[in-house]
């Protein structure tokens, strides 16, 4: 009898050994084999299950429409994994602080999100967990409930667009959670940095202009390289301007112009101007500034040199009417942007 009691003992023990396991198993064989998601035109990439399917369209918010994305891989029983981008609140400093901009993406998921995974009555709670950062973005950590499902949402804002990666479950998963969320990539945030280029005495072959990479994934920031004999934007606050540039003409039923100020931190594309041979003989230097209009699509439209040396004019305006910005929008409208752009020339 006490040989058939240890061997129930073993065999209980055994059970309680192995059903963990098991039920890893069963788990693995919902989610089954994970892919590395990273749809064109995005700037995230991430570790999902197979077979996510993804969504567009375009959700109301206030008296702004926002382009909408979602990568969604989900099962009745649970887990669901999603990644939600949107767009259409512009990065613009004279509307929003980068925070604020956070917070009215926030408003908006937490309104448009819960329809997807639990039908047209579903209601988020969301509960503030604290700061994040991703390779320079700023974001947010938050806990997510949705009826029976809860867990977590990691969000960032980029200068084009806003993601929220969500994780929900009908129980605790903390290594599932882990390892969805932590694979999330955002490319470095590229920062702005005043620059100079001394004139060359002899001439250089000069490099093709710079554009602008897109999305990368490496998560290295891009090589910058300035063309030789070229000149750089300069954050210099102009302290002089003559003959400012005249008030471009408003259509009826078209806003006015918003100032927006030194443009050079702001430009999505700023190609460098050439160093005219003659003004490199002349050892002229200095810094130039140029009046420029961007249209309601981010198109230098007008530019005119408004100070600085003479000879140095026409390259900064060549190169100021190949500058590229993201449009602004002024309470959901796109709107012309009028500033200026410096270029500093150093002679050695």
């Keep these: 009898m006490r040989h058939i009691g240890t061997f129930a003992s073993f065999l209980f023990l055994l059970a309680t050994m192995t059903f963990p396991s098991a039920a890893r198993a069963q788990n693995t064989n919902v989610l089954g084999e994970w892919e590395t998601l990273r749809p064109d035109g995005e700037e995230f990439a991430i570790l999902m299950p197979k077979s996510s399917s993804a969504e567009v369209s375009k959700e109301p918010y206030h008296k702004m429409t926002l382009n909408t994305r979602l990568y969604l891989w989900t099962n009745p029983a649970g887990p669901v994994f999603a990644v939600s981008s949107m767009s259409g609140i512009k990065a613009n400093p004279v509307l929003y602080t980068e925070m604020a901009r956070v917070n009215s993406y926030v408003d908006a998921f937490k309104h448009w999100f819960p329809k997807k995974v639990r039908g047209k009555d579903a209601v988020g709670n969301l509960t503030l967990v604290g700061p994040k950062t991703l390779n320079?973005?700023?974001?947010?950590?938050?806990?997510?409930?949705?009826?029976?499902?809860?867990?977590?949402?990691?969000?960032?804002?980029?200068?084009?667009?806003?993601?929220?990666?969500?994780?929900?479950?009908?129980?605790?998963?903390?290594?599932?959670?882990?390892?969805?969320?932590?694979?999330?990539?955002?490319?470095?945030?590229?920062?702005?940095?005043?620059?100079?280029?001394?004139?060359?005495?002899?001439?250089?072959?000069?490099?093709?202009?710079?554009?602008?990479?897109?999305?990368?994934?490496?998560?290295?920031?891009?090589?910058?390289?300035?063309?030789?004999?070229?000149?750089e934007g300069s954050t210099e606050t102009p302290t002089e301007t003559k003959n400012p540039e005249p008030p471009v003409p408003t259509e009826p039923g078209k806003r006015a112009p918003i100032s927006g100020g030194v443009l050079n931190g702001k430009a999505i594309t700023l190609p460098k101007p050439d160093y005219p041979a003659e003004a490199r003989a002349a050892r002229a230097s200095g810094t130039v500034v140029v009046q420029i209009t961007v249209d309601e699509y981010g198109n230098v439209i007008s530019a005119r040199a408004v100070s600085g040396h003479q000879m140095l004019h026409q390259a900064s305006v060549n190169a100021a009417r190949g500058a590229r910005f993201a449009p602004t929008f002024l309470m959901g409208e796109a709107v012309k942007v009028t500033g200026v752009i410096t270029y500093n020339f150093v002679a050695q």
């Excluded at 694979?183 to 620059?195: C, G, I, Q, R, Y």
């Excluded at 390289?225 to 070229?230: L, S």
């Design 136 to 231: 320079g973005h700023n974001g947010r950590e938050y806990r997510l409930t949705i009826g029976d499902l809860s867990g977590s949402m990691h969000v960032y804002a980029t200068r084009r667009r806003f993601y929220a990666a969500v994780v929900l479950n009908t129980k605790k998963d903390d290594a599932l959670t882990d390892r969805f969320l932590s694979s999330f990539f955002l490319p470095d945030k590229v920062m702005e940095a005043p620059a100079t280029v001394a004139s060359q005495k002899k001439a250089t072959k000069e490099e093709p202009e710079e554009i602008d990479p897109g999305p990368t994934f490496t998560g290295q920031k891009p090589d910058v390289k300035t063309p030789a004999g070229g000149a």
